[in-house]
């Protein structure tokens, strides 16, 4: 299947700084992406969706103001937490997509670990 | 709203033997595709099959295969001769067109040595 890369895999940051997630994809154009969120033996929720060129879409509750994407180009996505604070602390997943595929099935990065001191 | 219910948070099964994870959802759409998707302790999401709603037959991917009841919106997942590495968080998933995936809210499957 295609890859999917995130970047890094674990941070930890200070309370009140922003840290930037990577997500590209290796070998198709994603034209969408999707940033999710996940607590401790939870599903997964999904935090935006991202089309290339264009504004994310948030799910309803998530601040677009402290959780930043930017869908630069068709290979890259980035979730930027700005003035991170503890209650951030949680895993983030990105997902892309090949909408040119007929199965148009979400490939997964490895996920990132965030934990702010 | 389209969603997706997996009502067994838990499941075990002896290794060799056989485990059916249920999960049933809920659209007004006619096309559409499910998935499984299995994330183990490394937290990797991966895509265990994948089924479209307008083909009949049941997909199957070597142990695992799915037990697909359009009219009664259900898309159970079997695996047989479980094995130590099937341990995981399996999630199953919806989509319709471009939309998002939409899942459900997992279960976590133990194999029993």
């Known amino acids: 299947g295609a890859v999917v890369s995130q970047h890094p895999s674990r941070v930890i940051c200070k309370s009140g700084t922003s840290v930037k997630i990577e997500c590209r994809s290796l070998?198709?154009?994603?034209?969408?992406m999707f940033w999710y969120r996940q607590f401790p033996k939870k599903s997964l929720m999904l935090m935006a969706t991202?089309?290339?060129?264009?504004?994310?879409?948030?799910e309803q509750g998530v601040e677009k103001d402290k959780f930043l994407i930017n869908h630069a180009s068709l290979t890259l996505s980035t979730l930027t937490v700005t003035s991170a604070h503890p209650e951030d602390s949680s895993f983030y997943i990105c997902?892309?997509?090949?909408?040119?595929?007929?199965?148009?099935?979400?490939?997964f990065g490895q996920g990132t670990r965030l934990t702010v001191v | 709203a389209q969603t997706v219910t997996q009502s067994q948070p838990e499941m075990s099964v002896q290794e060799a033997e056989t485990v059916t994870l249920s999960c049933t959802y809920d659209?007004?759409?006619?096309?559409?595709?499910l998935f499984w998707y299995k994330q183990p302790p490394s937290r990797q999401m991966i895509l265990v099959i994948r089924?479209?709603?307008?083909?009949?037959q049941n997909a199957t991917e070597n142990r695992f295969s799915v037990n697909f009841q359009k009219a009664a919106k259900s898309f159970s997942l079997k695996i047989s001769d479980s094995q130590l590495g099937d341990a995981a968080m399996y999630f199953c998933a919806y989509n319709f067109g471009n939309e998002k995936l939409t899942f459900g809210t997992g279960t976590r499957l133990t194999i029993i040595p």
């Open positions: 659209t007004s759409e006619s096309d559409y595709y």
């Open positions: 089924q479209e709603a307008y083909k009949q």
């Open positions: 991202s089309n290339e060129g264009s504004k994310a879409t948030y």
């Open positions: 070998d198709f154009q994603a034209t969408t």
């Open positions: 997902s892309a997509r090949d909408l040119g595929t007929l199965t148009k099935e979400a490939f």
